[in-house]
């Protein structure tokens, strides 16, 4: 079973976090907000939060991709990675542009960890019932 894919999604993954929290330094700054506040000019207020809701969403998306690629297929996992790695991506580019605009990218990327967890979840289930 060849995990490249979901590997290489979850290094990504872990990069965009990496380019969220130097975002972040960089915001503090620019606006003058020093650690640890979290609040100040609301420009760094909006790169905060696509750090911090990048963050939240890791949290699900980690364990999903990999649980959906072990009872699944690594192939589809990384594909759907993929998909959340670009939802994320617009997440951001639109909420720091317009904070109104963030939707689109939230849902592609939840849609696309959602569908990993419930993927895992029924993969998990069938092989448990077939007694693998």
């Known amino acids: 079973m060849a995990l490249h894919l979901p590997a290489l999604v979850t290094v990504l993954a872990l ?8 975002a972040v330094g960089k915001a503090r700054v620019t606006y003058g907000v ?5 609040t100040g000019h609301a420009a760094f207020e909006v790169v905060y939060r696509v750090q911090m809701n990048t963050l939240e969403q ?13 009872y699944v297929s690594p192939l589809w996992a990384g594909l759907l990675g993929v998909v ?23 849902i592609i990327s939840f849609i696309a960890s959602i569908t990993l967890l419930l993927g895992s979840a029924v993969g998990m289930v069938m092989r448990m019932v077939a007694g693998v």
């Not at 990069?15 to 130097?22: C, K």
């Open 15 to 22: 990069l965009l976090f990496v380019y969220s929290f130097l």
């Open 34 to 38: 020093a650690a640890p506040a979290t």
């Open 84 to 106: 959340w790695l670009a939802g994320r991506v617009l997440y951001a580019v639109s909420y720091v542009k317009n904070p109104k605009n963030r939707g689109p990218g939230f």
């Open 58 to 70: 890791l949290v699900l998306f980690l364990p999903a991709l990999w649980l959906f690629s072990h």
